[in-house]
């Protein structure tokens, strides 16, 4: 079972919006490529995700990496390539992003990959948050965009 994440920005931010961010770092080890960061701190200073990659108690590890050249070649946004180059080059670590095409990209390199929603499954799973349901409501309110589908499958997939 994946113990290690390496995070992509909207699901940090939306995760933020949605007050979620807390049991993240119970979840395992949390890396956040600089690239990531940098578009998580662009946000105004009152973003919840911003002040969480702020917080002394250090949630979460920035790291610098150097990109894949074959994910550079997908042309994905910046964040994107480097949450796949690092979960590429440190196996054992599972990518969380929510981008179609960079979760299409995983597939192709055999990135294990999850996305938000799947995420706030297994913080269900491993005791974190009572029920996803109410936290699925305050993340599309946030902006997540999934189908309606989508979330009734993983709502199903943990009993609700």
């Known amino acids: ?6 995070v992509n920005a909207s699901p940090l931010i939306l995760l ?11 979840l395992g080890d949390v890396v956040v490529p600089r ?3 940098l578009e998580v ?8 995700a911003r002040r969480w990659l702020e917080a002394p108690e250090g949630a979460c590890q920035i790291r610098d990496h150097e990109m894949a050249t074959e994910i550079v070649a997908w042309d994905l946004g910046p964040g994107e390539t480097a949450v796949l180059s690092w979960a590429q080059s440190h196996p054992g670590y599972e990518a969380v992003l929510d981008d179609a ?8 390199f055999g990135i294990p990959v999850r996305g938000t929603l799947s995420l ?7 005791g974190h948050v ?14 997540l965009f999934v189908s309606p589908e989508l979330v009734e499958q993983v709502a199903a997939s943990v009993g609700e």
Do not use: I, Q, Y
């Open 16 to 26: 933020g919006k949605a007050g979620e961010l807390g049991w993240l770092p119970r």
């Open 120 to 126: 706030v499954a297994l913080a269900k799973h491993r």
């Open 41 to 48: 701190l662009a946000g105004a200073p009152e973003d919840s």
């Open 130 to 143: 009572p029920a996803c349901r109410p936290v699925f409501e305050r993340l599309l309110e946030a902006g």
């Open 1 to 6: 079972m994946t113990e290690n994440w390496v």
């Open 35 to 37: 690239s990531v960061a």
């Open 101 to 108: 095409a960079a979760r299409r990209c995983a597939r192709v």
